[in-house]
T-cell receptor, first 114, second 113 residues
Framework: AQSVTQPDIHITVSEGASLELRCNYS??????LFWYVQSPGQGLQLLLK??????LVQGIKGFEAEFKRSQSSFNLRKPSVHWSDAAEYFC????????????FGTGTRLQVTL | DVKVTQSSRYLVKRTGEKVFLECVQD?????MFWYRQDPGLGLRLIYF???????EKGDIPEGYSVSREKKERFSLILESASTNQTSMYLC????????????FGAGTRLSVL
């Protein structure tokens, strides 16, 4: 069975600084990988996804993530954080052919200071 | 845009009550899911359904049941609510064959007193 680890529970960055959120997964083959964002009191919104091909994927709101098979990682990055990026971020992994099931990490809460 | 609608944003119920959480999607998706979200635990899958009248247990099904009589609607039922079921409940839907992308509703925050 697949699993996801987000080692950072809480991260604080200054507005305008760069951001990297870590995600490590466990799966025997190449999985589907996702980052979702949840603003306070809201549902989850898809930021970006990786299925195959180019290991650097671009998402909405200026986010990108890089799939590194050798490290079993899919870290999320943004070069310059805005105050509106404050939210909780979830990494998720899916196994092809499993009726769209996903396994989520425990989330990283991002705080942005002005 | 895909729309997943959860009927209530906030619910307050008493211990022992039967509780229904409703979820409707408008994109003809085959798959639907119920999660609960608790601080520090992320999202945990309660039940999912891959077709009308079909359901499978997720990781934490105890104390819950589900119903899917129509393709667009997936209901989560707490037969006898308990205080440890106080949580945020999230519904999601997903089309088959599109890489497991799930689309989420806004969530229902349930308090059981």
């Amino acid at each position: 069975a697949q699993s996801v680890t987000q080692p950072d529970i809480h991260i604080t960055v200054s507005e305008g600084a760069s951001l990297e959120l870590r995600c490590n997964y466990s799966y025997g083959a190449t999985p589907y990988l996702f980052w979702y964002v949840q603003s306070p009191g809201q549902g989850l919104q898809l930021l970006l996804k990786y299925f195959s091909g180019d290991t650097l994927v671009q998402g909405i709101k200026g986010f990108e993530a890089e799939f590194k098979r050798s490290q079993s990682s899919f870290n999320l990055r943004k070069p310059s954080v805005h105050w509106s990026d404050a939210a909780e971020y979830f990494c998720a992994v899916g196994a092809p052919g499993t009726a769209s099931k996903l396994t989520f990490g425990t989330g990283t809460r991002l705080q942005v200071t002005l | 845009d895909v729309k997943v609608t959860q009927s209530s944003r906030y619910l307050v119920k008493r211990t022992g009550e039967k509780v229904f959480l409703e979820c409707v999607q408008d994109m003809d998706h085959e798959n639907m899911f119920w999660y609960r979200q608790d601080p520090g635990l992320g999202l945990r899958l309660i039940y999912f359904s891959y077709d009308v009248k079909m359901k499978e247990k997720g990781d934490i099904p105890e104390g819950y049941s589900v119903s899917r009589e129509k393709k667009e609607r997936f209901s989560l039922i707490l037969e006898s609510a308990s205080t440890n079921q106080t949580s945020m409940y999230l519904c999601a839907s997903s089309p088959t064959g599109v890489g497991n992308i799930q689309y989420f509703g806004a969530g229902t925050r349930l308090s059981v007193l």
